[in-house]
């Protein structure tokens, strides 16, 4: 499925020489969607450095669901030490990444669901997270996608 | 008392019961769910019993774990994580003792049932697998056979309620007058457990 995980880019370093960037993880039951939204985020985070950003979509057999072993592979691939934030949409998404990371050893150290609108939480965390930002601030612009009102 | 062999035997008769339910499962889920229950649970505990052949766990709470784990990790729906985490923390709560008396065995469900709630965030009468699961850890201390009869009441309990979480709440009201599919696969889960007890 490493069509659907976008290339990790690793930072060439507004954030200084060495600096560990949030990796950003990015589940949906539909591997399109997620890999969209992945293409969307980094596209809007736009030049310079790009914190790394990785979709787990989908079932694993090209259905609509959620695979844990997508989910592990794609925060092990965005893994540089600073954190992993997990943007989920629905359901299962939820539930199966709560359930990794209580398993305790699935996920990085550091790996923390982010409370977030998916779309728009994602460009948040990813723009947030390519400018140096440390875990609890990437989660927190996340977060805060919820405070902006359409209407 | 109650050996490893049991456990791998409630969770094979599972399987059985789940693959003989499977199109049942999954016409209760599509008028209120995404139709994909039964071939979900019964895609998972296909792979908890290759799994248990594999492995040969020796312990009630190493059956359990490793049950929990491959559903998590085989599913694909909601109904992975939350049957897993049932079974895993039943699992961790169950210890390394080779054998467990029905008592101990009640007290885990009921840890295994709490950490459903927790995961999910559903309480009784939300239209969830907690409602057929809670009467029957609470009947447990009775007898299987009457845990059995009090999930199957209270999935059957489920019908005129509205749901409140997953993809059914979504209808609303239109989600009254099914009978959830998820409290119906709880029953199955505990019916296999009766019987794998003999009552």
Do not use: C
């Not at chain 2, 099914?178 to 029953?187: E, L, M, N, R, V």
């Amino acid at each position: 499925m490493s069509d659907l995980v976008s290339d990790p880019v690793d930072g060439e370093t507004a954030a200084g020489d060495g600096a560990k960037l949030v990796g950003v993880v990015l589940v949906s039951h539909s591997a399109a969607v997620a890999a969209s939204v992945a293409e969307l985020a980094t596209g809007l985070a736009g030049g310079g450095t790009l914190a790394p950003v990785a979709a787990a979509g989908g079932d694993g057999d090209g259905g609509l669901g959620t695979s844990s072993e997508l989910i592990s592979a794609a925060a092990a691939t965005v893994d540089r030490g600073a954190g992993v934030a997990v943007l989920t949409d629905l359901g299962s998404a939820v539930l199966t990444v709560k359930a990794l990371l209580a398993e305790g050893d699935e996920l990085p150290p550091d790996t923390r669901l982010v409370d977030a609108p998916f779309v728009e939480g994602a460009v948040a965390a990813v723009v947030t997270a390519s400018a140096g930002a440390d875990l609890a601030a990437v989660e927190a612009a996340a977060a805060e996608a919820y405070t902006y009102r359409k209407v | 008392m109650l050996d490893a062999d049991f456990f791998r035997r409630w969770m094979t008769a599972t399987a059985v019961s789940v693959e003989h339910e499977a199109e049942r499962l999954t016409a209760l889920d599509s008028p209120i769910g995404d139709a994909d229950h039964g071939s979900n649970l019964e895609r998972g505990f296909r792979a908890v019993t290759a799994a248990l052949e594999k492995d040969g766990p020796d312990t009630p709470g190493a059956v359990l774990t490793l049950a929990g784990r491959t559903l998590i990790s085989t599913v694909g729906g909601a109904s992975g994580p939350l049957y897993g985490t049932l079974l895993r923390r039943t699992g961790k709560a169950l210890g390394e003792a080779a054998e467990i008396d029905e008592r101990e065995f009640a007290q885990a469900l009921r840890t295994g049932v709490d950490a459903v709630m927790q995961l999910g965030g559903a309480a009784p009468g939300d239209k969830t697998m907690i409602d057929a699961l809670l009467p029957a850890v609470d009947a447990l201390g009775q007898s299987f056979a009457a845990a059995r009869s009090a999930a199957e009441e209270g999935a059957l309990a489920t019908t005129p309620l509205q749901a409140r979480k997953g993809r059914a709440s979504y209808l609303g009201e239109r989600s009254i007058g099914h009978q959830d599919p998820g409290a119906t696969s709880s029953a199955i889960l505990i019916a296999a457990l009766a019987e794998t007890a003999g009552e």
